[in-house]
């Protein structure tokens, strides 16, 4: 069975950086591109970024572009999310899921319970 | 970047047939997904590639995509299927996913 579990959430001042972790388990972990999508309080979905299999290819949302990296270690079965330069429109449940496959593109069919970020002084 | 149009609610009776439309430029050329999230829970895919429903996903699911508007159906509706529907293609131009605005579904 799939697994996904998000951890780092927490609240952190305007101008402040976090790490956001994701533990993958259930599946071959460095077979599949993996993504971090958001979700702003009582609104939509925001995709933010995505790493490819072997890590070699990342994107970012324009929103994000500068401030957010994304890395993975698949000796681990881990993703990572390093938030720099943290404002409050950042603030959002952050979601981290399991693409259909190797190809950065297609479906995202399998999403963790997301961990909270809240930008606030 | 690649923008994706979708009606804020949608109500209709139970038994009835709920369609919920995403509209974007030439969209019938892209693969549309659709996901499914309850309140407080997770998105959930319901649709990919256009048509096709994940392991689990009940028959009276489908989808639809020509033009310039892809379309999630759901016949026979529940009261558990009540909940927000988001659309989601693959940005040629920006290289990336990026998802509808959600459709709050109501079930009379």
């Known amino acids: 069975e799939v697994q996904i579990v998000e951890s780092g959430g927490a609240v952190v001042k305007p101008g402040g950086s976090l790490r956001l972790s994701c533990a993958a388990s259930?599946?071959?972990?460095?077979?599949?591109?993996m993504h971090w999508v958001r979700q702003f309080p009582g609104k939509g979905l925001e995709w933010v970024s995505l790493?490819?299999?072997?890590?070699?290819?990342?994107r970012y949302a324009d929103s994000v572009k500068g401030r957010f990296t994304i890395s993975r270690d698949n000796g681990k079965n881990f993703v990572y999310l390093q938030m720099t330069g943290l404002n409050t429109e950042d603030t959002a449940l952050y979601y981290c899921?399991?693409?259909?496959?190797?190809?950065?593109?297609?479906?995202?069919?399998?999403w963790g319970q997301g961990t909270l970020v809240t930008v606030s002084s | 970047s690649y923008v994706l149009t979708q009606p804020p609610s949608v109500s209709v009776a139970p038994g009835t047939t709920a369609r919920i439309t995403c509209g974007g430029d030439?969209?019938?050329?892209?693969?549309v997904q659709w996901y499914q999230q309850r309140p407080g829970q997770a998105p959930v895919l319901v649709i990919r590639?256009?048509?096709d429903r994940p392991s689990g996903i009940p028959e009276r699911v489908s989808g639809s995509n020509s033009g310039n508007t892809a379309t999630l159906s759901i016949s026979g509706v529940e009261p558990g299927d009540e909940a927000d529907y988001y659309c989601?293609?693959?940005?040629?131009?920006?290289?990336?996913?990026?998802f509808g605005g959600g459709t709050k579904l109501t079930v009379l």
């Open positions: 899921a399991k693409g259909f496959s190797s190809s950065i593109r297609g479906s995202i069919p399998h």
């Open positions: 259930g599946f071959i972990f460095d077979d599949y591109t």
């Open positions: 790493i490819s299999w072997n890590g070699d290819g990342t």
């Open positions: 030439n969209i019938g050329s892209k693969s």
């Open positions: 590639d256009d048509v």
């Open positions: 989601q293609v693959w940005d040629s131009s920006s290289d990336h996913p990026v």
